[in-house]
């Protein structure tokens, strides 16, 4: 549509959103959506432009590859990596990566992470967790580092820290107030399962800013977590507060902040108790057993769940349960009946056999045999 100079310099300059800075169809998309709708703006009103552009930079067009990523499974993800892999953009790239993250099971990445385009694949994620570009937002790494997290330890390379630092450094940097709690959640969870806990020992810092945010307001965010994201964070505070020293044994020095949070978690799990996958409930209780926070209250309400489902737990986690339970001497049993109270037979109640008795015959009964005729009262004459 063509347009004459005086139109096209009246018309409002071009915004692109932050994903669309690091995809070009979707930047070209937006684009062409505003130059549409700055063409068609004397017929519509002006009006017509501003919400066009608000609404191609709110919700930008998706391409058919990163649909088609987005729908695959796992195993047709990874083939489809195979085959168009290399020119795969920034946001597809980390869409591929978290549909073989999330779709399949630990084994089956595994397997997966030895293909070659798959290695590929974690490797330029790799690349951009550990120096984030500037267009990228906190979302944005927070799902890279993710979803690298979901595959063997090799995926995040030798030096963890120096590949998590970065993310860490976004989450500290970021306004409390613009970043979701899930989000914050899911990256000290990524430091905690690194290095076996090793590297969030140097965050302890951003465990205490998160924290700090989520109970402020008695609490208020807290509501606001996915129930693995609860429990997620609840681990990630476990594995922060432990204080390692040469020849000294392992302690924890927990924060005012991490008690007010568990309380906030214990109330919750009591109001949606049956809407909580008891996966969940246990490594929930394994937390409390790590961190050394005892809550009778919550063990006995969470004590039914375990032991109407424990087939769904593996053994590691009943392991864990049952070693939690005998820590803080708390029965993980089935609710007893209590003392029952003593039966009174009522006249005409009769204790019916098991089987008839069997005839046998006239009874005979022995007679005593006195010792003498008479009674020897006294003596006779």
């Keep these: 549509m063509k347009r004459n100079a005086e139109q096209a310099f009246q018309a409002p300059a071009f915004q692109p959103s932050k994903s669309a800075m690091l995809d070009p169809k979707a930047y070209f998309a937006q684009y ?14 002006a009006a017509a432009v501003g919400v066009a552009s608000a609404a191609a930079a709110a919700e930008p067009e998706k391409s058919e590859i990163h649909k088609e990523v987005m729908e ?40 997966l992470f030895k293909q070659p385009q798959v290695k590929k694949l974690c490797s330029r994620v790799k690349e951009l967790v550990t120096r984030p570009p500037s267009g990228f937002s906190f979302a944005t790494v927070t799902k890279a ?12 390379g030798e030096d963890k820290g120096a590949t998590l630092k970065a993310t860490a450094n976004v989450l500290m940097s970021t306004p409390p107030t613009t970043w979701i709690a899930d989000d914050a959640s899911k990256v000290l969870w990524v430091l905690a399962k690194a290095d076996n806990g090793a590297v969030i020992l140097e965050h302890k810092n951003l465990v205490t800013k998160v924290l700090t945010e989520l109970v402020r307001d008695k609490g208020r965010r807290v509501q606001h977590l996915s129930h693995e994201a609860m429990v997620q964070l609840c681990h990630a505070i476990a594995r922060a507060r432990r204080h390692i020293k040469k020849g000294d044994l392992q302690t924890i020095h927990s924060e005012v902040c991490d008690s007010e949070y568990f309380d906030f978690v214990a109330a919750r799990v009591e109001a949606e108790l049956d ?5 969940l409930l246990a490594d929930l209780i394994h937390t409390h057993n790590e961190i050394g926070l005892k809550n ?13 489902n424990d087939k769904q737990l593996n053994t590691k986690s009943m392991g864990e349960v049952i070693k939690a339970y005998t820590r803080f001497m708390i029965p993980l049993r089935e609710e007893q009946q209590g003392f029952r109270t003593m039966a009174i037979v009522a006249k005409g109640d009769f204790i019916r056999p098991s089987d008839k008795p069997k005839r046998e015959g006239k009874k005979v009964f022995e007679k005593p045999i006195p010792l003498y005729e008479k009674t020897q009262l006294h003596a006779r004459g």
């Design 32 to 45: 062409t959506q505003q130059a549409y709708a700055a063409a068609v703006a004397p017929k519509t009103g």
């Design 72 to 111: 695959a499974s796992a195993v047709k993800c990874a083939s489809i990596v195979k085959e168009k892999g290399a020119n795969f953009t920034t946001t597809v790239a980390i869409e591929a990566l978290n549909t073989m993250g999330t779709k399949s099971s630990y084994k089956l990445r595994e397997e």
């Design 145 to 156: 580092a993710w979803c690298l997290s979901r595959f063997p330890d090799e995926a995040l």
């Design 275 to 279: 809407t909580i996958d008891v996966k």
């Design 296 to 308: 009778e209250k919550l063990f006995k309400t969470i004590c039914p769940r375990i032991i109407a």
